[in-house]
């Protein structure tokens, strides 16, 4: 284990993961995605394969300059995340989403945007807290969020300080993180960890943020009657 604060912490060799990988069959179009688009798209050095010493990435190599940088955590089908990149050319984001018909289904939208400031990882976001540099984000997104409603599996969550805690490492101080959920028990677990992890509530509420693009998640919600919530934190320092 490192005591430099400016590394990732050591790494478990393996980790449990919870979720789906894989859902229906592809359509062909979106299997050439996969087969076409994703190699460009994907990040190099996060898994353990590409870097089992687990160095740092260079996010300035990957964007190209030192532009801020974004992470979305769970993109689903990749509404939001393409929004946002095109509404925001200054940034680069990255998105996270280990379901490969998400992945699939964003690739679809980044082509047919046309956006060039995205970086698609099809895996675990816990591998990728392992290389970021330490207060090297700008903004992450946790948009509906897998609820995982039964009591024994709230620890899957991923409001919890396994998760939180490498998130906060990786934030700027006074960085900005979002998080919308339909669910009301997974807002409360959100008010009462995230603050845990180094963060300051800033709001919450039903009222979305201005820029926010409600995501196919959300209409869902709506349309079964279950209402939206909208938390904002900022990362201490």
Same mark, same amino acid.
């Given at each position: 284990?490192?005591?430099?604060p400016?590394l990732?912490?050591a790494?478990p060799?393996?980790r449990?993961f ?18 076409e ?6 990040p ?7 870097n ?6 260079d996010?300035?190599?990957l ?11 769970? !993109?689903g089908?990749g @509404? *939001?995340? =393409?929004h946002m &990149? ?8 990255i ?7 998400g ?10 945007a ?9 895996g675990d ?7 970021l ?6 903004r992450?997104?946790l948009?509906?969020?897998d609820p995982?409603?039964?009591?024994r599996?709230?620890?899957r969550? !991923?409001v919890?300080? @396994? *998760?939180? =805690?490498?998130? &906060? ?7 900005e993180f979002r998080v ?6 997974y807002?409360r ?8 992890a ?14 926010w693009?409600s995501?196919?998640?959300e ?5 079964e ?10 990362r201490?320092?």
């Amino acid at each position: 284990m490192t005591d430099d604060p400016d590394l990732p912490p050591a790494a478990p060799e393996w980790r449990n993961f919870y979720g789906r990988r894989f859902g229906k069959t592809l359509r062909p179009s979106q299997k050439g995605y996969l087969n076409e688009d994703l190699e460009a798209l994907r990040p190099r050095g996060i898994t353990r394969e590409e870097n089992p010493e687990r160095q740092p990435l260079d996010l300035a190599a990957l964007f190209g300059d030192d532009r801020p940088v974004w992470l979305e955590i769970g !993109f689903g089908g990749g @509404e *939001h995340m =393409v929004h946002m &990149a095109a509404t925001n050319p200054g940034i680069g984001l990255i998105g996270c989403e280990p379901y490969i018909n998400g992945v699939a289904m964003l690739l679809g939208k980044i082509r047919a945007a046309g956006v060039g400031n995205l970086a698609v990882h099809p895996g675990d976001v816990r591998d990728l807290f392992d290389v970021l540099p330490a207060a090297s984000l700008s903004r992450a997104f946790l948009n509906y969020p897998d609820p995982w409603p039964k009591t024994r599996h709230h620890r899957r969550r !991923f409001v919890t300080q @396994e *998760h939180l =805690v490498p998130l &906060a490492r990786a934030m700027k101080p006074g960085a900005e993180f979002r998080v919308a959920s339909d669910i009301p028990d997974y807002i409360r677990q959100t008010l009462e960890e995230v603050p845990q992890a180094g963060f300051t509530l800033v709001s919450e509420g039903s009222e979305a943020w201005p820029d926010w693009y409600s995501t196919r998640y959300e209409q869902k919600a709506l349309r079964e009657g279950r209402a939206p919530h909208y938390v904002t934190f900022t990362r201490e320092g």
